[in-house]
């Protein structure tokens, strides 16, 4: 789950990247040990489209993991497996596998989600559907170093092989927020997902405040070179 090295940003759609990545595009901020105590967004749930072969994604929001092997998140996975589209809602806690909520999900859905620190090992997850009017909330254990905080759509792993990026409609995440502020995010913390010399996955500028932004699915070939 670790984000990728920066490439090189020659190709004009990796000029602003902050960095890249085989399986994140969103935002990353970064920070001394202990940093971070508590993220939150909301997002829409995209709609994933048909592919010829199986594809992946979620949507989440997470500490660490960036430059370190820890990582505590929630979010909404949408995938296209077997000519079908599915859509739910999860937890996870590295290296732990994830936890599905077993909760309805489907496109179009307003999902806010939360992660606070409540004591020096305790943690609430807090996922809320607002279309659906569902509320999960479970205190779990965690001991990261609390230095990056992402807000993130993915291309997840499976059986520690990264899968297919799905083509999904575009994912908007709206009031970012980090230890209860705004975050006032810049393209120097922007993510691009790249695989096998496409780019499958570009997050958009930020809004004015700095708290709010789209990823969108894409399919851009990029010239060898330009990544390292």
Known sequence: MKAACRGKKISPVLANAGWTSSNWSGYAATGSKGAFRSISASWT??????????SYSSAWIGLD??????LI???????????????YAWWEIL???ETRIKLPVCPGDLIEA?????????????LRNATRGWLF??????????????????APAIGGVITRMARLTPAAFRRCRLNGRNPKLTVAERGIMVQKGLVTAVSCR?????????????RLRIPAADVS
């Open 45 to 54: 749930v995209p709609l994933v489209l048909p592919s010829a072969r199986s």
């Open 65 to 70: 993991g960036y430059n370190n092997s820890c």
């Open 73 to 87: 998140q929630t979010g909404t996975e949408h995938e296209y497996v077997n000519g079908k589209a599915n859509y």
């Open 95 to 97: 290296p732990q596998a």
């Open 114 to 126: 939360s992660i606070v620190k409540l004591s020096l090992s305790k943690w609430l997850i807090r």
């Open 137 to 154: 909330r479970t205190v779990q254990a965690y001991k990261g170093p609390q230095t990056s905080a992402e807000w993130i759509v993915e």
């Open 206 to 218: 930020p809004n004015r405040a700095g708290d709010a932004f789209l990823v969108r699915s894409v």
